[in-house]
T-cell receptor, first 113, second 115 residues
């Protein structure tokens, strides 16, 4: 079945450091790919998405590129802030069938001042 | 913009009791999803409804049931609660019909604690 594998955390960085959170997927066909963020005590918020190969999603300084050849959707940010501390979930949405999301295990990011 | 509304935010029940969680989707969204997130875990899909009909079913226990009403709000009913049911329950909505492949928008969740 469809699945998402995410880099295990936790990840601890200093403010202004470069962030990469790896995400790879297994799916039949061409799914849509997403990054969701969950701040402490809150729900899941859509951070960015990409719906086809080579698409780049971006939001709030975060970026991720849909790489079909490597089945990856790695999340990057050039300079993290303390306010970016949260849990980040990579997810896929299969095409042509159920629209439910399949999530990775999540990566907890802590950014220290 | 209107978001997905879930109620209650927090719920404390004892073992073997019953709980009902409510979800009000974003206006015009035709699909509702329920997810369960245990402590430190990723969200697990429970069930979904498209235009008031069940569209998909995941790892939902037989003790749980759900439905979507004519006004598109949804309720998750949980009976014979067990300690292991303590979790954050998320509802999400999206627009699936007419070829839309909209992202899922999540509510803030209901935190259920079973004692």
């Amino acid at each position: 079945g469809d699945s998402v594998t995410q880099m295990e955390g936790p990840v601890t960085l200093s403010e202004e450091a470069f962030l990469t959170i790896n995400c790879t997927y297994t799916a039949t066909g061409y799914p849509s790919l997403f990054w969701y963020v969950q701040y402490p005590g809150e729900g899941l918020q859509l951070l960015l998405k990409a719906t086809k190969a080579d698409d780049k999603g971006s939001n709030k300084g975060f970026e991720a590129t849909y790489r079909k050849e490597t089945t990856s959707f790695h999340l990057e940010k050039g300079s993290v802030q303390v306010s970016d501390s949260a849990v980040y979930f990579c997810a896929l949405q299969p095409r042509g069938g159920s629209e439910k999301l399949v999530f990775g295990k999540g990566t907890k990011l802590t950014v220290n001042p | 913009a209107a978001g997905v509304i879930q109620s209650p935010r927090h719920l404390i029940k004892e073992k073997r009791e019953t709980a009902t969680l409510k979800c009000y989707p974003i206006p015009r969204h035709d699909t509702v999803y329920w997810y369960q997130q245990g402590p430190g875990q990723d969200p697990q899909f429970l069930i979904s409804f498209y235009e008031k009909m069940q569209s998909d079913k995941g790892s939902i226990p037989d003790r749980f049931s759900a439905q979507q009403f004519s006004d598109y709000h949804s309720e998750l009913n949980m009976s014979s609660l067990e300690l292991g049911d303590s979790a954050l329950y998320f509802c999400a909505s999206s627009l699936v019909g007419q070829g839309a492949n909209s992202p899922l928008h999540f509510g803030n969740g209901t935190r259920l604690t079973v004692t």
